[in-house]
């Protein structure tokens, strides 16, 4: 099912559109260069936090709570006991022996999706030509009929369960507690398979027919034909044997230890890992963290000035042609200052935060720098004499 529109925006429309963007552009690079100073100092004091931490951990045995080492930190493997069994409450599902449970629920449902195309007019006016095309599919969450193009026919019903993840209170690691929810995320899932009568017990709370389907819940008359506002609910479970955690020791249990610049210290792994490995790890994420916040903001500031510079294309769109070369022109423009500030928001940063070493490293290019002029300076004469 599909549909096309046909719409045309004049010129003095789009220079209003073009200001607009022009504004938010601004506030785009703005908040990129920020972003890039940000993550530079967040970056750098993890990295000395978790420097810290490595030279002061202490590894201990899991099954003795020593006085001694209250508010150190500590580092600990050993078998994992869940202090509790995860349940969903609206359902009445566990799984006993997990640390987790996770509810996946998808509804079939109409979807949206638009192809536009878009072409410049003399005069400077656009005219834009949209396809809409109408499916049905299997999705989580809900298509909202608001943004729907053409909602008539294609209403979908009100979601009555979403898909959550339910942890147990507490787990033990030998003689120390930990948090559920610092466990949670570090269980191997599998499928949890339901029982006819958890279906029957579904039945009677959403008052709808429900299907054992794949070992999970199919709430609709026939899964071989499904209709709009059936849903599939299937859920896993995670379990954890063992477990390892770096963190302080507070009255037996296990809590973020405060570094002395203020960065809080939890790490934890699943299985048996020696405290090197787990700092090594913890290094290599803040490294892959700093890198990719890096990407976000240069993309950022390409984008933001693409939208600055973006009314002058459509000043020029009176002619068409003329629009796209200076697009063209403004696009290289907002690349070489994506290229030129990314870098210098990027040094600011490490001057911010790291002034001796940045200071020490613009002091050892000025020394490279004044060795290979020299160098040639000696090297000139002799060239010269041998010519």
């Not at 002034?355 to 290979?372: D, H, K, M, Q, R």
Request: glycine fraction near 10%.
């Amino acid at each position: 099912m599909s549909f096309t529109e046909t719409t045309r925006t004049s010129w003095l429309a789009r220079l209003k559109n073009a200001l607009i963007g022009a504004v938010i552009g601004i506030i785009l690079v703005i908040a990129a260069i920020w972003a890039l100073v940000w993550n530079e100092g967040r970056s750098i004091k993890a990295y000395r936090a978790l420097t810290e931490g490595a030279g002061v951990v202490v590894s201990v045995s899991a099954e003795e709570i020593a006085p001694s080492n209250e508010g150190k930190l500590i580092h600990i493997s050993g078998k994992l006991t869940p202090g509790g069994v995860p349940t969903d409450p609206e359902f009445g599902i566990a799984a006993d022996g997990a640390v987790a449970i996770r509810r996946e629920v998808e509804m079939y449902q109409w979807v949206e999706k638009s192809e536009s195309r878009s072409e410049t007019k003399l005069g400077g006016s656009e005219q834009t030509v949209t396809t809409y095309t109408y499916s049905r599919e299997w999705k989580s969450g809900r298509e909202d009929l608001g943004d729907f193009r053409q909602p008539e026919g294609h209403e979908n019903p009100d979601l009555v369960v979403d898909g959550q993840s339910f942890a147990i209170d507490s787990a033990k690691v030998g003689a120390f507690t930990v948090s559920g929810e610092n466990v949670a995320g570090l269980g191997a899932e599998t499928d949890l398979r339901l029982t006819e009568e958890e279906v029957r017990r579904a039945e009677r709370l959403l008052s709808r027919t429900v299907h054992l389907d794949r070992g999970g819940f199919y709430v609709g008359s026939d899964p071989s034909q499904p209709r709009v506002g059936d849903l599939r609910i299937r859920y896993n479970r995670a379990d954890l044997a063992e477990a390892s955690f770096v963190a302080a020791q507070s009255g037996g249990w296990l809590k973020p230890f405060t570094a002395s610049n203020g960065r809080e210290i939890f790490l934890s792994a699943a299985g048996e890992a020696n405290a090197a490995t787990m700092f090594d790890a913890a290094q290599a994420e803040n490294t892959m963290i700093m890198w990719l916040i890096r990407l976000g903001g240069i993309v950022g500031l390409l984008v933001g000035f693409s939208l600055f510079f973006s009314i002058l294309g459509v000043i020029a769109d009176v002619v068409p042609i003329a629009g796209s070369l200076v697009r063209f022109g403004t696009g290289l423009i907002a690349l070489v200052l994506t290229a030129l500030v990314g870098p210098l928001a990027i040094a600011i940063g490490w001057f911010a935060y790291r002034p001796l070493l940045s200071l020490g490293l613009v002091a050892c290019g000025v020394l490279v720098a004044f060795a290979v002029l020299r160098f040639r300076r000696r090297m000139m004469p002799r060239v010269s004499a041998a010519n």
